[in-house]
Nanobody, 119 residues
């Protein structure tokens, strides 16, 4: 069974920083793209940032220059460094990954971690 477990969310003041982590475990053969998504109350889930197995990255316009996605392939872990946080960054952040395991390729999701930006 493949699992993604996120950590690092919490309450932070505007202008502050957080580092989110997401570790994949299970009978994993390989991990392709990994990404972070977020969903605010009353809104649809949106892509925040994504990274390929080769390290190419893609960011939502709203976070460019403030957030940085990275990954450690040896640890099957993806990170999101979020700086200069704004109240509009408040959301549940989800990790997603395209993983080859048990002879198939599928998209797996973490349980989500709450990020609240408030004074």
């Amino acid at each position: 069974q493949v699992q993604l477990v996120e950590s690092g969310g919490g309450l932070v003041q505007p202008g502050g920083s957080l580092r989110l982590s997401c570790a994949a475990s299970g009978n994993i053969f390989s991990i392709n793209a990994m990404g972070w998504y977020r969903q605010a109350p009353g809104k649809e889930r949106e892509l925040v940032a994504a990274i390929t197995s080769g390290g190419s990255t893609n960011y939502a316009d709203s976070v460019k220059g403030r957030f940085t996605i990275s990954r450690d392939n040896a640890k099957n872990t993806v990170y999101l460094q979020a700086n200069s946080l704004k109240p509009e960054d408040t959301a549940v952040y989800y990790c997603g990954a395209v993983i080859a395991a048990y002879g198939t390729i599928g998209t797996y999701w973490g349980q989500g971690t709450q990020v609240t930006v408030s004074s």
